[in-house]
């Protein structure tokens, strides 16, 4: 079995992956046995997963978006915070439609045995709708710590909370990915 570099697995050419290679000298296989379609189908699965928490998040924020302008106190914010509100509610959009687009996707494509190109895709915009959801957050917070105070410590705490996000959604699974599949290929 191998990493094909994109951080999926190769097959053994029969259309099964986990191979029966050792690993460490253990005599232990590595990885799973599943044709390409179970694969896809786990895979599929997988992502189904993480996308409900990641919709949830972002449709519960982009609700709250939503009625601001609503609200008395929108018309006594400046131009400056108004314009800052439009790019997060834009970008709370762009991130809701890039993370329930996995699902039309599946729908238009189902029975056609695209299910494999359906999870590349998937994953591909599960991933856009994450790094929109960062902005998203990191914009709304901004927002609401310049309305809530005039503190200068508001870009300090708005760029610490972003680095937070980075770190736990970017950095250490990177780290993790990195370090790991090394070892696996030593």
Do not use: N
């Amino acid at each position: 079995m191998a990493d094909d570099g994109t951080g999926r697995e190769s097959d053994d050419g029969r259309g099964r992956t986990g191979g029966t290679g050792a690993s460490g000298g253990t005599g232990r296989r590595r990885g799973r046995e599943e044709t390409a379609d179970e694969r896809a189908d786990r895979q599929w699965q997988d992502l189904l997963q993480e996308t409900r928490v990641a919709q949830t998040g972002v449709q519960i924020l982009l609700g709250f978006l939503l009625t601001v302008v609503f609200t008395p106190r929108f018309e006594s914010l400046g131009s400056a915070d108004k314009g800052i509100y439009i790019a997060t509610v834009v970008l709370g959009s762009l991130a809701t439609g890039a993370l329930i687009g996995p699902v039309s996707f599946h729908r238009v494509v189902a029975g056609r045995r695209l299910k494999p190109h359906a999870v590349t895709w998937a994953s591909r915009l599960i991933f856009v709708g994450i790094v929109l959801l960062l902005a998203t957050l990191t914009s709304a917070l901004f927002l609401i710590l310049r309305v809530a105070t005039d503190d200068g410590l508001v870009p300090w705490i708005v760029g610490a909370v972003l680095a937070w996000y980075l770190l736990c959604w970017f950095a250490l699974p990177l780290w993790a990915r990195r370090r790991h599949t090394a070892e696996r290929e030593e």
